[in-house]
């Protein structure tokens, strides 16, 4: 790894993220960090900003929140999707984030504080990390995972799969639809929207 991706410098930015004075000022920390992780993983991260505000109303729209106890998210990023999850959420509902890239754990752990359960890991152990903390199945999965690198693997969808068969609403995002379609061959989706206001536009799929 080149050295100016090493490790500290990473951690350099998460801390001066959790102490920044202002909004606008942690926004573009934030972006930093975001465009960073692009550079350095380029397939993991797939995008150079995070997803929009009105992805994160559009991916979360025409959910019935009282029937969600346990939201998952694979792949929370900087957490642009779990601010709006946590605004919608009812107070008691667990909020788990599976997230791969250690630098945006800490910064989501910052960021949230107790009302999530931020866990540094790969989302292909999804079902695993519930039982983990006790918690039987998911009610909703939210996921921002990229699919041209080789951890997303077939356990990724056979964890979803499994979720979606016993009711988990599941909500996803692509860039690419004909590519995302390739991988999700023989599940049931459906379109939920095309958003223009993102970078690039992004088109919403589900289960359920
Ligand atoms: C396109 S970014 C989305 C970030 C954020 N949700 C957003 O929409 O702005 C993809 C995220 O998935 C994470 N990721 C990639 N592969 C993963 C995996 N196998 N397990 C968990 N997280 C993963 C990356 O580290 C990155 O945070």
Not at 54 to 69: F, M, V
Not at 177 to 194: A, E, I, R
Request: charged share 20%; hydrophobic share 40%.
């Amino acid at each position: 790894m080149p050295d100016h991706f090493a490790e500290g410098s990473t951690t350099a930015l998460v801390s001066t993220i959790a102490e920044s004075p202002s909004a606008t000022h942690t926004i573009w920390k934030e972006r930093s960090l975001f465009l960073f992780n692009f550079l350095k993983n380029p397939l993991r991260n797939a995008s150079i900003i995070p997803s929009s505000k009105e992805a994160s109303r559009e991916i979360l729209s025409g959910l019935d929140w009282d029937k969600i106890n346990t939201v998952v998210e694979l792949g929370p990023g900087n957490g642009t999707f779990t601010s709006e999850i946590i605004a919608r959420s009812n107070p008691g509902t667990k909020i788990v984030l599976i997230e791969l890239e250690e630098s945006y754990v800490n910064l989501l752990q910052n960021k949230f504080g107790n009302r999530i359960i931020a866990i540094h890991d790969g989302a292909d152990r999804m079902n695993e990390i519930l039982k983990e903390l006790n918690l039987s199945h998911a009610d909703l999965i939210v996921s921002s995972l990229p699919f041209l690198q080789k951890e997303i693997s077939q356990k990724i969808f056979t964890a979803i799969q499994q979720q979606t068969n016993r009711g988990a609403i599941y909500r996803f995002f692509t860039y690419m639809p004909p590519v995302m379609k390739w991988f999700y061959q023989g599940m049931p989706l459906h379109k939920v929207k095309f958003v223009m206001k993102n970078i690039p536009p992004m088109w919403i799929y589900g289960i359920n």
